[in-house]
């Protein structure tokens, strides 16, 4: 059974949509106690990261996943769920639930290092990136694999497009722990997987077959006479 961690962060209705599609059972709820017999955990969410770190410590869930990581149960994070599981944030200066390396750092910060001043574009004689992109990157983006991609992605091509919303970005300390990134003005990790936790930065549950496809490949072990075609 999977279970999907509701702590006010949004997104939810449409994970549980995805898996009601998929035939699947599966628990809901704010409660951690009602996750023991799940055997895989989605961590969906969109929103702020300090408000989204709160609400785990009010219902308990921030020391749950920390436990459940280091049990090493299959963890999969979604949107805000994605980047909250790594140490920090730079959203609303926020420390997050630590359960791998590395920080989340929005676009204008690595834009404002890696973009010239305007007048250092007047005096370079060669070409300067300008960035004019819009933040949050939002709508759909095609994802290239890399470091072996990850064993969720069976099933969906390489190049295949998926749907982000995100202004911040993933920095994990060991870069090889990234298997598929999108490009929005700069690298933007797209998929990190590392032993039993999985990340994506896209929403697979809105990202039509190829989303279900991703969910499908999570949950193969409930799945009754290898569950419907995506």
């Known amino acids: 059974m999977t279970g999907i961690v509701d702590y006010n962060a949004g997104n939810i209705k ?8 998929l035939k699947v059972p599966y628990v ?3 409660d951690p106690r009602d996750m023991e017999k799940a055997d895989r955990l989605i961590f969906p969410g969109v929103g702020e990261a300090a408000y989204a770190m709160d609400q785990l410590g009010k219902t308990g869930f921030d020391s749950f996943l920390k436990d459940w990581a280091s049990s090493g149960k299959p963890l999969l ?4 769920g994605s980047q909250i599981v790594f140490d920090y944030s730079e959203e609303g200066d926020t420390k997050c639930l ?3 390396p590395g920080v989340i750092r ?21 070409p300067m990136l300008d960035c004019t992109l819009k933040v949050p990157h939002m709508g759909w983006n095609d994802v290239t694999y890399c470091n072996g991609s990850s064993r969720l992605m069976q099933g969906v091509p390489d190049g295949s497009d998926f749907y982000f919303v995100h202004s911040y970005v993933i920095h994990p300390d060991d870069p090889e722990i990234i298997k598929g990134y999108a490009t929005y003005g700069t690298m933007v990790p ?21 989303g279900l496809q991703i969910l499908k490949n999570y949950v193969k072990d409930d799945l009754a006479d290898g569950g419907l075609p995506c």
């Open 14 to 21: 449409s994970v549980e949509r995805a898996l009601g599609y």
């Open 28 to 30: 809901l709820s704010k």
């Open 77 to 80: 994070g979604i949107c805000l």
């Open 98 to 100: 630590g359960l791998l």
């Open 106 to 126: 929005h676009f204008d910060t690595i834009w404002a290092e890696t973009n010239p001043s305007e007048k250092e574009k007047k005096e370079s004689d060669t």
């Open 190 to 210: 797209a998929i990190v997987e590392k032993d039993n936790i999985t990340v994506f930065q896209f929403h697979p549950e809105k990202s039509g077959r190829f």
